[in-house]
């Protein structure tokens, strides 16, 4: 069974239909901070890895700019969640080393935050 997080098994259409949500509140300044920018673009890597618009690049770019932003600003829990993102990305495009690092770091930070649901789905 391959791993999927949560959003993944959402419909692209969900997923779209929240990250315009999230974009109108931000051009309405109700949101001027990195914070939103970290967790859009984790939202557009996890719709690229969508079964109906899978794009490997796509989904890799994002979570990895994600990645960035959210260790700059000190988001732990979303670092997590972009290790997660592109070691199930790997794992499914057939890179099993990368894969199973991301994982690792992954399982380690769901560890070490106590985000026991977060292990449970890595596992």
Do not use: K
Not at 7 to 12: D, G, N, T, Y
Not at 63 to 73: C, I, K, M, T, V
Not at 85 to 90: F, I, P, R, S
């Amino acid at each position: 069974m391959p791993l999927a997080s949560p959003p993944m098994r959402w419909s692209a259409a969900h997923l779209r239909f929240l990250l315009v949500i999230g974009f109108v509140h931000v051009l309405v300044g109700g949101c001027s901070n990195h914070s939103f920018a970290a967790h859009a673009l984790h939202l557009l890597g996890d719709i690229a890895t969508c079964p109906d618009r899978f794009d490997s690049e796509r989904a890799e770019a994002h979570y990895r700019e994600s990645l960035a932003l959210a260790e700059a600003h000190g988001m732990r829990p979303l670092v997590a969640h972009c290790h997660f993102g592109l070691g199930a990305l790997y794992r499914r495009t057939g890179r099993s080393g990368p894969a199973r690092e991301h994982l690792n770091t992954a399982r380690t930070m769901y560890r070490e935050m106590d985000m026991r649901f977060w292990l449970e789905n890595i596992q």
